[in-house]
């Protein structure tokens, strides 16, 4: 059989809120009213998504108390 024994997540570090936006002329309420958002996150220069679902992968498996040697498949999705 087949199951999902757990979920990982990673998120850079930096952290860029609405208000960062406002020199671009974005008003933070307005974001939000409109989209939801309130904060994204910024990867690190050098840093590639390859990066990000490695610690996302990690994350998982200790999540799970999973041996890596006993995974047969990692599905990876990003937004």
Do not use: H, K
Not at 20 to 40: F, H, K, N, P, Y
Not at 45 to 69: H, K, M, N, T, W
């Amino acid at each position: 059989g087949m199951r999902i024994a757990a979920t990982g997540a990673y998120v850079p570090e930096q952290v860029v809120t609405n208000d960062d936006l406002a020199a671009l002329g974005c008003d933070s309420d307005w974001i939000v009213q409109r989209t939801g958002i309130r904060e994204r996150r910024r990867a690190a220069p050098g840093q590639a998504s390859s990066d990000l679902a490695f610690e996302a992968a990690i994350d998982c498996l200790e999540r799970a108390s999973v041996d890596p040697r006993e995974v047969d498949l990692i599905l990876v999705a990003t937004i």
